[in-house]
C-alpha cells in the first residue's frame, strides 16, 4: 500500500514563472494570480490553509476563507475566542498556504497579524447571509459541546429571539489582517524542477525577490 502512495506522481509543465514577468511587490504579483484563478473558474480559489503556532510552538493549521486583500495585507474572518484566535493572542504571526492545482500554482505569506478596526468587520458582518450572522452568535466555537442537537438548539433558538431584528456583530467575531514579510510563489515545472520566487520585506520596507531552489 505504501509502495502505492510513493508511486503517484503528476508532471507539471503548463506554465514557467520569469523574474522578469513578474510585479515589483507581491501582492500585486498575487492580484495578477488571483485574476488568473478566477477566470479559471477553480471552486473556491479563496480557500487557504492557515498555519498558526502558540506561544511555546505547538503548530495547528486549518481552511479558511479570504475575504480581501490589499497593499496592506490579507483579511479573514474568526470568532475571537478560537482556537486559533487563542494562538493569535499568544503569537501574532501566521502563513497562509493557497493551492490552485489547476494552475499547477500555490502561493504562500508568511505575515504578522492584527485585528481589523472594529468598523471594518461590523460592515462585513452586515453584509453575510442571515444565516451566517445567527451562526456567529450561536456557536461557541473551538469550545467542546455536548452533541450536534445543543448546537441546533442554540441556532433555532437564537433565530426565533431575533425575527424581525438586524443582528449587530458579535463582540467576540471579527476580521484579522495578515500584514506579509515574506511571500514565495511556485509554479510547478517538469521533472520536479519548480520555479519559486520570493518576495522578502527589508528593514527599509522595500521587497526583495530571489528564486529559490525546487
Known amino acids: 500500500m505504501n509502495n502505492d502512495i510513493a508511486d503517484l506522481r503528476t508532471e507539471y509543465a503548463s506554465r514557467e514563472l520569469l523574474e522578469t514577468n513578474m510585479a515589483p511587490n507581491p501582492v500585486s504579483q498575487f492580484e495578477t494570480w488571483w485574476r488568473e484563478a478566477l477566470d479559471s473558474a477553480i471552486p473556491e480559489p ?23 486583500f490589499s497593499q496592506k495585507g490579507f483579511i479573514f474572518y474568526s470568532n475571537y475566542k478560537s482556537f486559533k484566535a487563542v494562538q493569535l493572542n499568544e503569537n501574532p504571526k501566521a502563513c497562509l498556504v493557497f493551492l490552485w492545482k489547476e494552475l499547477e500554482r500555490q502561493v504562500r505569506i508568511t505575515g504578522l497579524v492584527n485585528k481589523i478596526p472594529e468598523k471594518e468587520s461590523d460592515e462585513y458582518f452586515l453584509s453575510r447571509p442571515r444565516g451566517s450572522q445567527i451562526g456567529a452568535w450561536a456557536s461557541p466555537q473551538s469550545q467542546v459541546i455536548d452533541h450536534r442537537e445543543w448546537l441546533q438548539r442554540e441556532f433555532e433558538k437564537l433565530t426565533k ?19 506579509p514579510v515574506i511571500v514565495e510563489f511556485w509554479q510547478g515545472r517538469p521533472s520536479r524542477m519548480h ?15 530571489e528564486r529559490l531552489a525546487p
Open 46 to 68: 479563496n480557500a487557504m490553509t492557515l498555519a498558526t503556532a502558540s506561544s511555546d510552538g505547538i503548530p495547528a493549521a486549518r481552511i479558511v476563507l479570504l475575504k480581501g
Open 195 to 209: 520555479d519559486r520566487i520570493q518576495y522578502s520585506l527589508d528593514e527599509k520596507g522595500s521587497w526583495k525577490k
Open 161 to 179: 429571539q431575533f425575527d424581525g431584528q438586524e443582528l449587530n456583530r458579535p463582540p467576540h467575531w471579527g476580521g484579522y489582517l495578515v500584514q
